[in-house]
């Protein structure tokens, strides 16, 4: 049974650093083809995707983003982290954590979401 | 800003079937698998279709999915008060080597 489980701050000042940590279960991101993956959606908005690791820590970032992010992984305690520098108000949003494998090629897993709220 | 296109809202009465579109570009679906997923309120998006059209075990039949170039479709047949819900597409992009997901579209029951 695979579960994430997001946490991390709910509220953060302007030009704060973010640090989300995604703790899983059920699977290991050692295995090849895995990844874990950040997702976000501000109130009433579209989802929209900020970042992925892969098992062999390959990295992925979301364009407009890439200068503000950071994703690392540590696999012995079953964890991923999202970094996310110079926080907004345009920037809250409830983040998700999410699983990926090469067979469903996407998101199958996904956390709880955690709200994080910008403002000062 | 949402890469792929999806209409705001659709709606049917129970039992009528209700098809939802979702329209890309040649680095997208156009290239890549279309999934969908589908987000009741306050809670987590769920995985419905993958691969274009498989869907997950525990997904009901009434959930199908097809792709033609490079748009997409969901189709909820039988429709079901407790179908009511959004409803996203998303696939990879080549071009910015990451994920897009749709704009998202409201299904409502009447």
């Known amino acids: 049974q695979i579960t994430l489980k997001e946490s991390g701050p709910t509220l953060v000042k302007p030009t704060q650093t973010l640090t989300l940590t995604c703790t899983f279960s059920?699977?290991?991101?050692?295995?090849?083809?895995?990844?874990v993956g950040w997702i976000r959606q501000p109130p009433g908005k579209a989802l929209e995707w900020l970042a992925l690791i892969y098992w062999d820590d390959d990295k992925r970032y979301r364009p407009s983003l890439k200068r503000r992010l950071t994703i690392t992984k540590d696999t012995s305690k079953n964890q991923v982290f999202l970094t996310m520098t110079n926080m907004d108000p345009v920037d809250t949003a409830t983040y998700y954590c999410a699983h990926r494998t090469e067979v469903v090629v996407v998101f199958d897993y996904w956390g709880q979401g955690t709200l994080v709220t910008v403002s000062s | 800003q949402s890469v792929l296109t999806q209409p705001p809202s659709a709606s049917a009465t129970p039992g009528q079937r209700v098809t939802i579109s979702c329209s890309g570009s040649s680095s997208n679906i156009g290239s890549n698998y279309v999934c969908w997923y589908q987000q009741l309120p306050g809670t987590a998006p769920k995985l419905l279709i993958y691969?274009?059209?498989q869907r997950p075990s525990g997904v009901p039949d009434r959930f199908s999915g097809s792709k033609s170039g490079t748009s997409a479709s969901l189709a909820i047949s039988g429709l079901r008060s407790e179908d009511e819900a959004d409803y996203y597409c998303a696939a990879w992009d080549d071009r910015l080597t990451g994920y897009v997901f749709g704009t998202g579209t409201k299904v409502t029951v009447l």
């Open positions: 691969r274009n059209n």
């Open positions: 059920g699977f290991s991101l050692s295995t090849s083809g895995v990844g």
